[in-house]
């Protein structure tokens, strides 16, 4: 049996719930997990359990790589496979024999932030394009990922690793006119909390009625910032949680600034809720009536959507955009892919 080794610098949130239906969507190999939490994100231990072996991450970057290693030699590992920027630098800066393969799916390139100056994304690029030598194949996430790993190299291996939109029955209850908006994440200046405030208060101001959540949680600052805005800030949930939360509102408000492919937009999905979601060059793949520039358009499409109807063509627009989104596909995707192996 085929053994990968994920190496995951930060097991939280978005990253931790794709590694997990990788895990969940190849079980033809054995999995093992290197990884180090978030203090602002809680780890729900149990999930370590799906793995055949796991292992914390020590403290220091010259102390991990020399832990890698030893665990790729320890347990024989076939295919070595990096998650974000950081599990990506460990996972092809390490030194394995000739056979081992190491994949990287980046979830959203580090380069594409918009809260670190130029200069540190352009260092960050060369990085990339450095370590793209000792890239076995990039797994993206969406298209644009694999698009962008395809300029870093000529001839980069690069390979589409769709998400999955998750398992849910969704109960259904009378439609209403009510708005119950709702965003989620950990909040982040990636998030863009700000941007969700406004939208807010401008729908306030235009004289219409609505409840606001966001469900995650952040730091004491940012959760006080929604919660004096009138916000109800869930806190931390469980995967089920988050989608009965969901399944309650009426519209999610995608207003993150980048993206490598947005979970909670699958997320709505299953939970049978449309979405409004910012346009950003992650997001450009999206059907065009799903996708708003700036508050003011927000506003006003979430003011259309208090029509039962428009909620019910929108929905059926995203979930048609994303029937690849399937254990099925993202099953099929993995076999192909460590197959390399």
């Known amino acids: 049996m085929v053994k990968v080794l994920h190496v995951v610098e930060s097991f939280a949130s978005g990253v931790a719930s794709a590694v997990i239906e990788y895990v969940a969507n190849s079980p033809q190999c054995d999995h093992y997990l290197l990884y180090a939490g978030r203090k602002d994100a809680p780890l729900d231990t149990t999930k370590l359990d799906l793995f055949a072996g796991a292992e914390a991450m020590a403290k220091g970057h010259i102390a991990r790589a020399v832990q ?3 665990m790729q030699r320890a347990l024989n590992i076939d295919i070595v496979h990096g998650h974000s920027t950081y599990g990506g630098v460990y996972a092809r800066s390490a030194r394995f024999d000739k056979r081992t393969k190491i994949l990287y799916t980046p979830h959203c390139f580090a380069f594409e932030r918009t809260d670190i100056p130029a200069l540190a994304r352009a260092a960050i690029l060369i990085v990339e394009k450095a370590l793209s030598i000792r890239t076995t194949t990039v797994a993206g996430c969406s298209r644009r990922e694999v698009e962008l790993a395809q300029r870093l190299r000529r001839g980069m291996a690069a390979f589409y690793l769709p998400s999955v939109v998750p398992d849910y029955n969704v109960q259904s209850g009378p439609e209403s006119s009510a708005l119950s908006l709702v ?19 401008q729908f306030r101001d235009s004289g219409s009625a609505a409840t606001f959540t966001w469900i995650g949680g952040g730091t004491e600052q940012e959760e006080a910032a929604l919660i004096d805005a009138g916000v ?12 009965d939360r969901l399944s309650a509102s009426t519209v999610y408000l995608h207003t993150a600034r980048w ?5 909670g937009v699958l997320d709505a999905i299953a939970a049978g809720v449309p979405s409004v979601i910012r346009r950003t060059p992650s997001t450009s793949q999206f059907p065009e009536e799903a996708l708003e520039s ?23 627009s ?7 989104n399937s254990r099925r596909g993202q099953s099929e995707a993995l076999r192909k892919l460590y197959a390399v192996a």
């Open 294 to 316: 700036d508050v003011h358009g927000f506003v006003q499409r979430i003011t259309e959507l208090t029509d039962p109807i428009a909620r019910q063509e929108l929905g059926n």
């Open 259 to 263: 993206e490598g492919f947005p979970l």
């Open 232 to 243: 109800e800030v869930t806190g931390w949930l469980n995967g089920s949680q988050v989608l």
């Open 68 to 70: 890698l290693r030893r």
């Open 183 to 201: 965003g989620a994440g950990r909040m982040s200046f990636q998030k863009d909390i700000p941007f969700f405030l406004e939208i807010v208060q």
């Open 318 to 324: 995203l979930q048609a955009f994303t029937v690849e």
